[in-house]
């Protein structure tokens, strides 16, 4: 099966992976990780099969508009379709693939797992596309909600719920976030040097390396394979979004303390949190997935760690656990994960207005259930990886409500970064970020204290 697929080249390999991602309704980051753990390509191919699957999905509603304009009502077969979605990726997208090269790979490609007809067919739509340009420029009539979903390759229900939120500018520059490609970004161990220790090694490695802005904690990495380092590997870094890097610091922990992480897998928050207790304390981390509890004991171990106590749990079922309080507690929860789209692209096509609903239900009552665990006096964290208000704002105004002994906690500014303090409102007890803000995930941070 190996030696099969060492045989394709780039595009066909990224085709294997969309007609799997749209087969199977799956993660296009875990069948992408698939292909690439068990084909052996070079570094170059490698990355432009990433590039051409994040990015033909990421693109998916623009891509489709223009399809639609040169095949009209024909039914395609589904692997057909994204071949030429794939191929128009390349001509509209990628300026270093040239457009011969492109339809050419197409055509072969279509020869190969069809016929002459559907090789004809390909060939004959690219080169349409090529002969009128100007279809790029084109938009749908109607409202601007159509036009926007078009331009940025968004879901109408998505934007229009986006600009009801936040206007039609602030969701226009969401969604242009949306479609540029994350960076890299690393927090560095700070139980095994100093940021500055470590950016200095870095440097010689990957010389476009700089401090985060955003996170006093942060690397940003210019390209390459942080995970395939030593750094990574010998526990100096881990890998992890700028956004994400705010959530540990906003639980004010300090050494010595009780802290449950109730949804805790993969461990970089949990991992934070004990690097800001410099490993002194207790925390309990906790997942509902075994095998997701070892992702959590592996990331400890790698980077030195021993105060975790990795648990399997649901976290609805913790207060049952007789595992006593806390004097903190984390509640990253389970979200649409609307922040993460860039990183995600399939998310967007794949989640509905009723998931956010039905997630927003579930959220609630988790945190109605894991901050029952908090000590008098103490601090829970309610975070998740997305933007919508239903799942973020909306759930924490009604906690409170519902339980008087807890309040938000109006202090959480004196434990973000100046970054964030200086653009963002943070004054109610909770942040939003957008992704267009600092570049980063779009994330939602929240602190409730318990009076009593």
Not at 47 to 73: C, H, K, M, P, S
Request: net charge neutral; aromatic share 6%; glycine share 6%.
């Amino acid at each position: 099966m190996k030696n099969v697929a060492a045989k394709k080249g780039a595009r066909e390999i990224a085709l294997d992976v969309l007609n799997r991602v749209e087969e199977h309704k799956s993660y296009s980051n875990l069948e992408l990780k698939h292909v690439l753990d068990r084909t052996p390509l070079s570094a170059p191919d490698a990355g432009l099969v990433t590039e051409l699957v994040y990015g033909t999905i990421q693109r998916q509603g623009t891509l489709d508009f223009v399809l639609a304009q040169f095949v009209g009502g024909k039914k395609l077969q589904p692997w057909v379709r994204n071949l030429l979605r794939l191929s128009l990726y390349q001509i509209r997208f990628l300026d270093r693939i040239p457009d011969r090269a492109a339809v050419h790979e197409a055509v072969e490609i279509a020869k190969r797992k069809g016929h002459q007809g559907i090789a004809s067919m390909v060939n004959g739509v690219l080169r349409n596309v090529l002969r009128q340009p100007d279809v790029w420029e084109k938009l749908p009539d109607g409202d601007v909600v159509k036009r926007l979903a078009v331009a940025e390759s968004h879901p109408e229900w998505l934007v229009r719920e986006w600009i009801r939120v936040y206007g039609e500018e602030t969701t226009r520059a969401i969604c242009q976030s949306n479609n540029r490609a994350p960076h890299t970004s690393v927090r560095v161990n700070s139980l095994k040097t100093t940021r500055d220790r470590l950016l200095f090694e870095v440097q010689q490695k990957f010389p476009g390396a700089r401090a985060s802005e955003l996170s006093p904690d942060g690397i940003i990495l210019a390209g390459g394979h942080a995970a395939g380092t030593a750094w990574f590997r010998d526990g100096y870094f881990t890998v992890q979004d700028e956004s994400s890097m705010l959530v540990a610091p906003a639980l004010g922990v300090q050494p010595g303390m009780s802290v449950l992480d109730a949804c805790a897998a993969p461990g970089g928050k949990t991992t934070h949190l004990a690097e800001r207790m410099q490993n002194r304390g207790r925390i309990v981390a906790s997942d509902v997935h075994p095998h997701k509890r070892d992702l959590i004991a592996q990331s400890a171990d790698r980077l030195g760690i021993t105060i975790i106590e990795p648990i399997v749990s649901d976290a609805l079922d913790l207060p049952d656990k007789n595992l006593g309080t806390f004097d903190r507690i984390l509640l990253d929860a389970p979200c649409s994960g609307f922040g993460v789209i860039r990183r995600k692209p399939d998310l967007k096509w794949n989640k509905t207005l009723q998931d956010v609903k039905e997630i927003a239900d579930l959220q609630l009552r988790l945190l109605t259930r894991v901050a029952s665990l908090l000590a008098p006096g103490g601090c829970l964290v309610y975070s998740t990886c997305t933007i919508e208000p239903e799942e973020n704002q909306q759930i924490v105004r009604r906690f409170v409500s519902e339980h008087p002994e807890y309040e938000l906690d109006t202090s959480l500014s004196d434990d973000l970064p100046a970054a964030v303090t200086a653009g963002l409102d943070c004054s109610s007890g909770y942040v939003q970020i957008l992704p267009h803000h600092f570049d980063s995930d779009g994330f939602f941070i929240a602190r409730i204290k318990r009076n009593r």
